[in-house]
C-alpha cells in the first residue's frame, strides 16, 4: 500500500495568515492526490481533485500543487470557517489511502 | 439536493453480522462507482471497499477482504456492505462516498453521507 504522511499533524494560525500543509506519497503517484477538509461531527469535504482542481464550490482561497510525491495545500488567507482537519488521499492504486491528517487550530 | 443516506449501524458482538445500507438521491445513481469510507472514534479514514457503476469491479482493504461485501442496486438507488466476523477493530463510524468516476478506481470522494456508527463489543 502507498503510504502517505502529512506534516504538520498540527497547526496553530491565526484569520488572514497564509497556512500550507504538505503531503508527501510512499511512491511516485502522478497528480492522484486529493484534499479533504473535515470539521467536527462532520463528513469530510472534497477540496481539491487531481492535486490542483479546485472542487464546485470551495473558496478560490484554497489551491493545491504538486506531483510525484510531494504535494502541498495552501490557504490563501484563513478564515474561521477554515479551522478543521484536513487529509489528503492517493487514488493513483488501491487501496486509496489517506494521510494521518493535519488539524488545523486557531492561534 | 445531493444526498446520502446511511443507515444499520449499531452495537453488535464480535463475530456477528452487520448490514450496512446507503440511499442516494439527487444524482444519477448508476453512473459513479460508490464507496465505504471508515473512522475509527478519533483516528483518521480508512478506505474500506469500492464498487464500479455496474457492480463490475469491486475492491476491498486487505482488513476486510473475505469478511466484508460490497454490492449496489442500481433500481434503488442504494449502496450496501454486508459485514460478517466483526471485529472490535470494526468499530467506527461508517461513512457511505460517491465517486467521481464510472469505475472505483483513481477516483475521489465527492459526496459523503453522514455515517453510521458501528461498534463491535461484548
Known amino acids: 500500500d502507498i503510504q502517505m504522511t502529512q506534516s504538520p499533524s498540527s497547526l496553530s494560525a491565526s484569520v488572514g495568515d497564509r497556512v500550507t500543509i504538505t503531503c508527501r506519497a510512499s511512491?511516485?503517484?502522478?497528480?492522484?492526490l486529493n484534499w479533504y477538509q473535515q470539521k467536527p461531527g462532520k463528513a469530510p469535504k472534497l477540496l481539491i481533485y487531481a492535486a490542483s482542481s479546485l472542487q464546485s464550490g470551495v473558496p478560490s482561497r484554497f489551491s493545491g500543487s504538486g506531483s510525484g510525491t510531494d504535494f502541498t495545500l495552501t490557504i490563501s488567507s484563513l478564515q474561521p470557517e477554515d479551522f478543521a482537519t484536513y487529509y489528503c488521499q492517493q487514488s493513483y492504486s488501491t487501496p486509496p489511502t489517506f494521510g494521518q491528517g493535519t488539524r488545523l487550530e486557531i492561534k | 439536493e445531493v444526498q446520502l443516506v446511511e443507515s444499520g449501524g449499531g452495537l453488535v458482538q464480535p463475530g456477528r453480522s452487520l448490514r450496512l445500507s446507503c440511499a442516494a438521491s439527487g444524482f444519477t445513481f448508476d453512473d459513479y462507482a460508490m464507496h465505504w469510507v471508515r473512522q475509527a472514534p478519533g483516528k483518521g479514514l480508512e478506505w474500506v471497499s469500492g464498487i464500479s457503476w455496474n457492480s463490475g469491479s469491486i475492491g476491498y482493504a486487505d482488513s476486510v477482504k473475505g469478511r466484508f461485501t460490497i454490492s449496489r442496486d442500481n433500481a434503488k438507488n442504494s449502496l450496501y456492505l454486508q459485514m460478517n466476523s466483526l471485529r472490535a477493530e470494526d468499530t467506527a463510524l461508517y461513512y457511505c462516498?460517491?465517486?467521481?468516476?464510472?469505475?472505483?478506481?483513481?477516483?475521489?470522494?465527492?459526496?459523503w453521507g453522514q455515517g453510521t456508527m458501528v461498534t463491535v463489543s461484548s
Open positions: 511512491q511516485s503517484i502522478s497528480s492522484y
Open positions: 462516498a460517491k465517486g467521481t468516476r464510472d469505475g472505483y478506481n483513481h477516483d475521489a470522494f465527492d459526496i
